[in-house]
């Protein structure tokens, strides 16, 4: 293997240990108490600098909001090279690129000489500070206003930044700004709390005391307004439970009487439902006076509005739940980055005219709607996974991506962990938890490509899964609960594997609740035209050809052909066509061994179908009667409809 052969191996290597990176840096910030955060973001900016081999990564935030000064907080560069100022004024120095942020662009330099030419003094900038190629992306936590910047530069050499190196390092930017607003509502929620202290100290807060043998209550004019009673309403200790939201009333009334009993301070926080259906949240707290004040019995306490706090504390929840949604994406990306499945007729299209490729797709805009299991068998490139987008593409499950594995294409000992993913430390060398096909096709499809290649030993597990809905990850004892719909697809007799002792039965009819045949490019014919002008027309403009004719003994060759690869060898054979023909004829040459339209039938069921759908279309699908398919084919009619059943005809919607 050649260098040039090598070199994409190695660059989708280099993306996945890249995405690996950014998932351990997510999971770490995830819950990283709020003092360490600012020393993990430059921890994170080094490794991504050296990951990299990039020289400067730098962290500037908003000084005040809605204003250009910016304060350089994080930064990661060469001892020797020069360090921007701290605070700068954006505006004095990067005009247009802090236009460009505070309109959430991402920009992307990979020479200085790309900078249009309002951006002047930008390009004088990046080359007082010696920067010659980079990547600034903005800081803001979902749709809200700019915090700052996330820079990378290279000071060396100018670059090219990879599409996908780019999103990584826009989803690193999230990360950083969720754990920067994290930070920032901690220390405000501490702030509130100190206040909190402060308030209760003082004459502004709430004040009341109850007498605990009689119940009668003082509260101050504060008070009155917290809890909105009336100005010259009586008070008594009911009153303050009327205005309780019903959920708490029982949980404060069981801590004042605790309190009560054991003459121990109390605190306590509580909902209160206004007049209009508002909910404010209240803290309480104090403790009781037994026999203090002339021989009576008091409870004494402070009441101040916390709502503004509770608020602080569901935004920062929300913020968590966030981040928690930007680690399950990374990790999506880890599986699925740069796999882009590619499907016949330009990603969108069924192409064929038939009447066994109508049957086909009748059958699959029935199943579609519906739940159930699909079986897809046929030869060879035949064009399984096509019909398998089509039916996603046309099913309830549509919103949500179609998750894919190949049986066949990975060794037996990652697949088991490929399908239901694993937990750290499962076996030697897991080094990160992993989420498996299954999860990440909860609530939408999964397609079992090369089923009948499975492992044995996996196949009781799947069929658990298929029966149950339930699986563990590797080294796990949690099952988990998904909702998923299968579709399996294979080129093998999976009855023959089954009597061979190497499929289970069990997993076969759980399968085979809707099978669909996909017919082999030699049982219809009449639809190698069609893909034939479709398959020049998309090479005329991958090419920049412009093959306008075919022969009618090209178009009869193709026709005559076998195609023991099936649309899949057409395909090839086309583009290989296309390539060596130099006018505007397209010049076709077939493999030497040219079968008959009809090529002997693999087995006894395709020679049946192919001879029963032949009568059922000269007899234009009349069965009984005289002159009827039954007649000709000399069978009772319930013999031929039984067959009919058995091997999946059914007739055309017209």
């Not at 020479?111 to 249009?116: D, G, I, Q, V, Y």
């Not at 490509?449 to 196949?459: C, H, N, S, T």
């Not at 490019?521 to 306008?548: C, H």
């Not at 759908?613 to 699908?621: I, P």
Request: hydrophobic share 40%; proline share 4%.
């Amino acid at each position: 293997m050649t260098q040039s052969d090598t070199k994409p191996y190695e660059e989708q290597d280099a993306l996945l240990r890249f995405n690996s990176l950014l998932i351990e840096i997510s999971t770490l910030f995830i819950s990283l108490p709020a003092d360490q955060i600012d020393s993990k973001i430059e921890d994170a900016q080094q490794r991504i600098c050296k990951f990299l081999d990039l020289d400067r990564s730098t962290l500037w935030q908003i000084y005040k909001e809605g204003a250009d000064m910016l304060l350089l907080t994080h930064t990661y560069q060469p001892a020797e090279s020069l360090t921007p100022p701290s605070p700068m004024k954006a505006k004095d120095y990067f005009p247009w690129l802090l236009h460009q942020l505070m309109n959430g662009e991402t920009v992307i330099i990979s020479k200085m000489t790309e900078l249009p030419a309002e951006a002047v003094r930008d390009r004088e900038s990046f080359s007082f500070f010696g920067s010659k190629s980079g990547v600034y992306v903005p800081l803001s936590v979902g749709k809200g206003p700019l915090l700052g910047a996330l820079t990378f530069a290279s000071i060396r050499e100018e670059r090219d930044w990879n599409k996908n190196l780019v999103n990584g390092l826009v989803l690193l930017a999230q990360v950083f700004s969720n754990a920067l607003s994290r930070k920032k509502n901690e220390m405000l929620l501490r702030e509130s709390k100190e206040r909190l202290i402060l308030t209760t100290n003082a004459a502004n807060a709430g004040l009341w005391n109850m007498e605990i043998d009689t119940g009668s209550v003082w509260v101050t004019e504060k008070t009155r307004d917290l809890l909105h009673f009336a100005p010259n309403e009586k008070i008594d200790e009911a009153s303050f439970y009327n205005v309780m939201h019903p959920e708490d009333r029982q949980p404060v009334r069981q801590i004042i009487q605790q309190a009560i009993q054991k003459k121990e301070n109390f605190s306590c926080e509580y909902r209160i439902i206004l007049p209009d259906g508002k909910i404010l949240w209240i803290a309480a707290s104090g403790k009781g006076h037994q026999g203090s004040i002339g021989g009576r019995n008091l409870l004494r306490g402070v009441l101040i509005d916390i709502s503004t706090r509770k608020q602080m504390e569901e935004k920062l929840a929300k913020q968590l739940r966030e981040i928690k949604g930007l680690k399950k994406r990374l990790e999506l990306e880890n599986i699925y980055l740069q796999k882009k499945v590619k499907i016949l007729s330009d990603h969108s299209e069924i192409l064929g005219r038939s009447s066994a490729m109508h049957n086909v797709l009748a059958k699959a805009e029935q199943v579609a709607k519906t739940d159930s299991t699909i079986l897809l068998l046929g030869e060879t490139g035949t064009g399984k996974d096509l019909l398998v987008h089509y039916i996603h593409r046309i099913s309830l499950r549509k919103d949500l991506p179609l998750i894919t594995i190949n049986c066949a294409s990975l060794p037996p000992s990652l697949i088991e962990s490929e399908l239901f993913g694993r937990e750290k430390g499962a076996y030697t060398g897991a080094l990160t938890k992993m989420i498996g096909r299954f999860e990440l096709a909860d609530r939408s499809t999964l397609f079992l490509d090369e089923i009948g290649e499975l492992p044995y030993d996996l196949q009781s597990k799947l069929l658990r899964v298929l029966e149950e809905g339930k699986f563990e990850r590797l080294g796990s004892t949690i099952s988990k609960k998904i909702d998923t719909r299968i579709i399996a697809a294979t080129n093998r007799d999976l009855e023959q594997a089954v009597r061979d002792g190497t499929f289970r039965e069990d997993l076969f009819y759980r399968l085979n609740v809707y099978p669909i045949i996909l017919p082999p490019l030699r049982e219809r014919a009449e639809d190698i035209s069609l893909l034939v002008r479709a398959f020049v027309r998309r090479f005329n403009r991958k090419m920049g050809k412009q093959i306008e004719v075919i022969s009618q003994k090209t178009m009869k060759s193709l026709k005559i052909y076998s195609w023991p690869g099936n649309v899949r060898e057409l395909k090839n054979i086309i583009e290989r066509s296309m390539i060596v023909s130099t006018g505007k004829t397209l010049v076709v040459q077939l493999p030497k061994k040219v079968s008959p339209v009809k090529a002997p039938s693999r087995n006894l069921d395709d020679m049946m179908r192919r001879e029963i759908l032949t009568v059922l279309e000269e007899t234009r699908w009349r069965v009984a009667g005289t002159n009827g398919a039954a007649e000709i084919l000399g069978l009772n009619k319930s013999t031929l409809y039984s067959k009919m059943k058995k091997l999946g005809i059914t007739r055309p919607e017209s």
